[in-house]
């Protein structure tokens, strides 16, 4: 179990991430993944419009990253509070 104070930061933003638990039907093998969920932070804010001007998607993305590889990725977010429910509290697995 990772506690929050280990948990690493944003590098879009530096705030801490937050575990978040992977789907059943994800096709990741690790239980959980960090996620950013800071309404501020510039990748998703920007997230937004750059999907709406590219792809005409009302859709954005946060940093996700892999707790295994180190490695970061969006995950793709459809509302504020898209995957919000899968956050993991501080004693959870």
Request: charged share 25%; aromatic share 16%.
């Amino acid at each position: 179990m990772t506690n929050k104070e280990d948990a690493p930061s944003c590098p879009h933003c530096g705030s801490k991430m937050k575990r978040w638990k992977v789907p059943g039907d994800s096709t990741w093998s690790e239980p959980f993944h960090y996620v950013c969920f800071n309404d501020e932070c510039d990748y998703y804010v920007r997230g937004w419009e750059y999907m709406f001007n590219n792809y005409q998607q009302k859709a954005s993305y946060r940093c996700r990253m892999n707790p295994s590889t180190g490695k970061c990725g969006p995950l793709p977010v459809w509302s504020q509070d898209a995957h919000k429910d899968y956050v993991l509290a501080d004693d959870e697995d």
